[in-house]
């Protein structure tokens, strides 16, 4: 192995560019910058909806993967009368007395809600996220504009580079060959679209479509709601971010949800042609009309539904580093390439900023197929991961379970960007759990416990929803505590402790209180359900998961260690907590995933293997029982029912057993749920068709591969066999 030669970071990426030929439904590509993405189909643009489907959930109506998303765009139905959480909350006996939860009093059939409780329905609906707009080709013939079939479009061939975040699209289409250049600005919710094609002075125009919010699990839009909101096109003015250039405005306006898109251009002409619907085409007198060059900008009016986009770390790195150089005298550059120019200066940074895994000189076959999964991760987690909110498991490619975001699947999204020393597209996201302290204080305050418990299934306002499963979970609690304490490891200042103190402690002091004495030490629950959610139906008796009793150990460790570094007086609660919890509970030699009977079962994710893995090695784990867990579980687990971030689970695990051959094995089990698309995406099922707790938990656990961890092994990238060559650079050792 060696690590001497510095990687050259743009042949690194740009050996991973997605190249497509042809239409493959399950792997569009996307552009994005954190805070607003677009997914695009074979054209460029969203052209052909129908062809990029994500399965139809039991009854539920399908969707599609080519989604126009922000984390600042959600929309709530109104409700059919005012709608709480009372009616949903259930007495369940713990140690401490009956303890209130918010179950779900409805029925749940197939992970489907019987409409029994409307309230519940609404409250697990809404708020909800928000497809903002469908940019496609259409054809004008006669005056009318058609839609484009997929037959129609030949000649197809189709690349993202990495390096510029810049797709450049081909094919033909009636005859015409067309190029499509779509990129989108690192530090603004604007798409630059750069049209080419004789094609154009023959019927080839644009069209923006936008729908109505959508309850629906997996569908952002509702397109048979034109009754329920507005479109308005305002007259054109003068463009001041594109001098030169003229600017077209639309309200939109959902229920108490508002927000602009600007369509800016020169020689185009804009025009509403329906209710919801707006038409861009060269503008009329053109002698040949050969280039479209326009941009899109989708600007939330900050009131209602809509999230105001606020300045944050992303944002102002992207300014710092990414913005689009200053034309030169006498030049101006036009929408669409100076969004592109933006893109191509932001994303050279970004690939040279922070860590880097190269693994090409390996001759295993493994390896390259690792460092394609590697690279392509990056980039997707920067696009839909970085952003001011948690993300939803599909990031801003599509929805699921509404748009809303899952925080116990926080930390797989996004620690990972800690460990690659670029900390800076974590803190947004952190960040918001401040603006969630208030609701998850009276949370726990309701339970009769002291600090914040954090909720699971929630939208920007922090609300819970109700669920049999959701709010009995407890594995989230630390994720915070953890998040931090990864921030502070890539920058270990004073600003960072201060900035984060009360989020670390709040949680810990939960965390503390909700442990409760027994003559055998401290333990947990009931009721509660562990990560691994096969012991639901059995919530009212669960007690000390293995995972969440070495999380709570290391967790509360790691906030007295921040209270130390703050100079303040230790908390005598959390020491004694850790200090006396129980230890798991072992079975025929290795760690069961709970504490009472049925111990064990074999489906979802073998969550104990968190324990040593995600954790580093506490005083309730002992290695070689782990070590016999891992090899149990490798036996015979059902990986059917396994999820994405699994198998990074099982390498994790295996890379600290110092076992790096089957931590390898792990990354690349041949699983339906382990799937990798072309696009870089982990697959999971049709009603599922991205996941992005299995991209971050990758990086999450190359990066403990490659960096080691502390009082880990002394050699070079310990997590990988001996035999291959590992070079690294940039990446932050674990705890």
């Known amino acids: 192995m060696t690590n001497t030669e510095r990687i050259d970071r743009k042949a690194l990426a740009q050996r991973h560019n997605v190249h497509q030929s042809r239409l493959d439904p399950r792997s569009p590509v996307t552009v994005g910058n954190g805070e607003f993405a677009f997914t695009m189909d074979l054209t460029g643009l969203q052209t052909m909806p129908e062809a990029y489907p994500v399965g139809a959930r039991d009854d539920l109506p399908p969707g599609t993967l080519l989604g126009t998303q922000a984390q600042w765009g959600w929309h709530s139905t109104p409700p059919a009368q005012p709608f709480d959480l009372a009616g949903s909350t259930v007495l369940y006996d713990s140690p401490r007395g009956p303890v209130p939860y918010v179950d779900m009093v409805g029925d749940i059939v197939n992970d489907r809600e019987t409409d029994t409780s409307l309230a519940e329905t609404w409250l697990r609906a809404n708020p909800h996220r928000l497809d903002l707009g469908r940019i496609g080709f259409r054809w004008l013939e006669h005056g009318t504009a058609r839609s484009i079939l997929e037959a129609e479009i030949t000649d197809t061939e189709q690349t993202l580079d990495l390096w510029s975040g810049v797709v450049t699209s081909r094919f033909t289409l009636a005859g015409h060959p067309v190029k499509v250049t779509t990129a989108c600005h690192p530090d603004r919710d604007e798409l630059g679209f750069r049209v080419e094609s004789p094609a154009l002075g023959a019927g080839l125009i644009v069209g923006i479509g936008f729908p109505y919010g959508s309850e629906a699990w997996h569908d952002a839009a509702d397109w048979n709601s034109p009754d329920a909101h507005t479109t308005s096109l305002g007259q054109p003015t003068p463009s001041h971010q594109h001098r030169g250039s003229t600017q077209w405005t639309a309200l939109r306006e959902l229920d108490d949800s508002r927000y602009q898109v600007v369509v800016t251009g020169h020689d185009l002409d804009v025009e509403q042609t329906g209710t919801h619907d707006l038409r861009i085409a060269p503008r009329r007198g053109q002698a040949n009309p050969l280039v479209l060059d326009f941009s899109v900008a989708f600007v939330s009016a900050g009131d209602g539904g809509c999230i105001p986009r606020g300045a944050s770390i992303r944002g102002q790195a992207a300014t710092a580093v990414g913005s689009a150089p200053e034309p030169g005298p006498g030049v101006e550059l036009s929408p669409a390439r100076s969004v592109a120019a933006a893109s191509e200066a932001y994303w050279p940074e970004f690939w040279s900023s922070g860590g880097a895994i190269e693994l090409d000189a390996t001759d295993d076959p493994r390896a390259k197929e690792l460092e394609r999964r590697i690279v392509l991760s990056q980039y997707l987690t920067a696009v839909n991961c970085s952003g001011s909110l948690p993300p939803q498991e599909t990031g801003l490619v599509c929805n699921s379970w509404r748009g809303r975001f899952h925080l116990e699947m926080h930390w797989w999204h996004a620690a990972h960007f800690a460990h ?316």
């Open 420 to 735: 690659w020393n670029r900390a800076d597209l974590l803190l947004p996201s952190l960040r918001w759990y401040s603006t969630a302290l208030e609701t998850s204080r009276q949370t726990a305050k309701a339970q009769r416990f002291d600090g914040v418990r954090w909720p699971k299934q929630v939208g920007p306002d922090g609300r819970e929803s109700p669920s049999p499963i959701g709010t009995f979970l407890i594995w989230q609690q630390p994720h915070p505590i953890h998040l931090a304490e990864l921030v502070y490891r890539a920058n270990p200042s004073h600003e960072v402790l201060k900035e984060f103190s009360e989020i670390v402690f709040e949680s810990a002091a939960f965390m503390a209180d909700f442990a409760h004495p027994t003559s055998r030490g401290f333990e947990l629950g009931p009721p509660l359900i562990p990560a691994q959610e096969s012991y639901g139906s059995i919530r009212a008796k669960v007690t000390n998961p293995t995972f969440e009793l070495a999380y709570w150990q290391w967790a509360l460790r790691t906030a007295a260690a921040w209270r130390e570094r703050l100079g303040l007086e230790p908390v005598e609660a959390w020491t004694d907590v850790a200090d006396a919890l129980v230890k798991p509970r072992v079975v025929n030699g290795v760690y069961a995933a709970i504490d009472v009977e049925p111990f064990t079962i074999r489906t979802d994710h073998p969550s104990m293997l968190c324990a040593l893995g995600v954790l580093p090695l506490t005083d309730l784990i002992d290695a070689d029982i782990m070590r016999a867990t891992l090899s149990d579980v490798l036996t015979d687990w059902d990986w059917g029912s396994t999820w994405g971030w699994d198998y990074p689970v099982m390498a994790m695990t295996a890379a600290r057993l110092e076992d790096p051959e089957a931590a390898v094995d792990a990354l690349l089990l041949d699983a339906g749920k382990n799937t990798v698309l072309p696009n870089g995406h982990n697959r999971q099922t049709d009603s599922l068709p991205l996941y992005l707790p299995g991209n971050g938990g990758l990086l999450a656990a190359v990066a403990l591969m490659a960096a080691g961890w502390d009082n880990g092994p002394a050699r070079h990238a310990p997590g990988f066999p001996a035999d291959w060559t590992v070079a690294w650079e940039g990446l932050v050792r674990a705890p």
